[in-house]
T-cell receptor, first 114, second 114 residues
Framework: AQSVTQLDSQVPVFEEAPVELRCNYSSSVSVYLFWYVQYPNQGLQLLLKYLSGSTLVKGINGFEAEFNKSQTSFHLRKPSVHISDTAEYFCAVTQIQGAQKLVFGQGTRLTINP | NAGVTQTPKFQVLKTGQSMTLQCAQDMNHNSMYWYRQDPGMGLRLIYYSASEGTTDKGEVPNGYNVSRLNKREFSLRLESAAPSQTSVYFC?????????????FGPGTRLTVT
């Protein structure tokens, strides 16, 4: 079984400041890793994913994440945030073999202050 | 393409009433999923259908039933609604024969059980 822990439930930052949203996971098998974003009153959409290869993956809207196998982490970063980045962010994992069921973290609410 | 559509958008039920949440996708995906989203708990998988004609339980299946009507449609039924089923319900689909493919989410159904 897999589990995901997002270490911060809320992260307030000022516009144009950098941000890091932290995600740790636990799994007895190899997994793929994802970050999804949910804007207010909408469904989720994919920001980025790690399948294999380079541990630094780039996504949409200037976000990137780094996979660290030894620390079982997949932290999301953006060097300079914008008001439009205000949303809830979810880290998720799925096992590589078998049914592609996503296991989500609890979510981190990112609030950008002007 | 509409992507993943869900009906209704909002619903209020009394305890003990039944209802069916509808989901359809027009992306010719094989796999479909039902999640519930509760504050501080992220999204949790209720049921999924890896392919047409198959359904399996997820993390929180109690009190729900599903039907994969055809490749496009996957419905979720609450036979006797309880206040604990107050939540936002999301349907998703993916082409899961390619491992690591993203899931595409619908806009959600906000259900309140009184």
């Amino acid at each position: 079984a897999q589990s995901v822990t997002q270490l911060d439930s809320q992260v307030p930052v000022f516009e144009e400041a950098p941000v890091e949203l932290r995600c740790n996971y636990s799994s007895s098998v190899s997994v793929y890793l994802f970050w999804y974003v949910q804007y207010p009153n909408q469904g989720l959409q994919l920001l980025l994913k790690y399948l294999s290869g380079s541990t630094l993956v780039k996504g949409i809207n200037g976000f990137e994440a780094e996979f660290n196998k030894s620390q079982t982490s997949f932290h999301l970063r953006k060097p300079s945030v914008h008001i439009s980045d205000t949303a809830e962010y979810f880290c998720a994992v799925t096992q590589i073999q078998g049914a592609q069921k996503l296991v989500f973290g609890q979510g981190t609410r990112l609030t950008i202050n002007p | 393409n509409a992507g993943v559509t869900q009906t209704p958008k909002f619903q209020v039920l009394k305890t003990g009433q039944s209802m069916t949440l509808q989901c359809a996708q027009d992306m010719n995906h094989n796999s479909m999923y039902w999640y519930r989203q509760d504050p501080g708990m992220g999204l949790r998988l209720i049921y999924y259908s890896a392919s047409e004609g198959t359904t399996d339980k997820g993390e929180v299946p109690n009190g729900y039933n599903v039907s994969r009507l055809n490749k496009r449609e996957f419905s979720l039924r609450l036979e006797s609604a309880a206040p604990s089923q107050t939540s936002v319900y999301f349907c998703a689909s993916s082409e899961a024969r390619v491992a690591g493919n993203e899931q595409y989410f619908g806009p959600g159904t906000r259900l309140t059980v009184t």
